[in-house]
């Protein structure tokens, strides 16, 4: 059994139209639902064995936020790939996963986000910033994600209805 945590990066800032997309920081809003989100995963015992994030500047700061605030402590990683990513980028990364890891969370975009979600649970789900979705894939192999009808979204959490 393996774990897939599908999380939204948090609320960014549009206040300075002098930064590029990429460039974009959180704002306050979301530098406070990030370690929200990251206190909720340590609550559900769920702090993942690796967190790969976009390296646009906003899924940076909340996936650090996020693992801060759930006890992770390995190093994050990066990739341009997942930066404004279909869902296909973000499976095929996880496949190529090491099969030691048991958990993973994927740091990213909309709409990428919602259509992974959407083709690992069948179901088209409304993921806003710092959203989480957990599924939970009755696998051994990441590499056999390809080969799922469907995953079990197990929970989806999203800040407005998370207190904290």
């Not at 530098?31 to 340590?42: I, T």
Request: hydrophobic share 45%; aromatic share 6%; charged share 25%.
């Amino acid at each position: 059994m393996k774990t897939l945590l599908v999380l939204r990066h948090a609320k960014s800032s549009w206040d300075n139209e002098n930064l590029s997309d990429y460039e974009r920081p959180l704002n306050k809003r979301g530098q406070q639902d990030a370690p929200r989100m990251g206190r909720l995963l340590k609550e559900n015992d769920l702090t993942p064995d690796l967190i790969i994030a976009s390296s646009a500047e906003r899924a940076l700061a909340t996936a650090e936020a996020v693992a801060l605030a759930c006890d992770y402590d390995r190093e994050i990683q990066l990739t341009r790939r997942f930066y404004l990513a279909d869902a296909d980028a973000y499976l095929e990364v996880v496949q190529a996963l090491d099969d030691a890891i048991q958990s993973v969370m994927v740091v990213g975009h909309n709409p990428g986000m919602e259509h992974l979600v959407a083709v690992l649970s069948g179901q088209w789900e409304r993921m806003p910033t710092a959203a989480i979705a957990h599924f939970q894939l009755p696998i051994t192999h990441w590499r056999e994600l390809a080969e799922m009808d469907e995953a079990e979204l197990v929970n989806l959490w999203r800040p407005k209805e998370v207190r904290r």
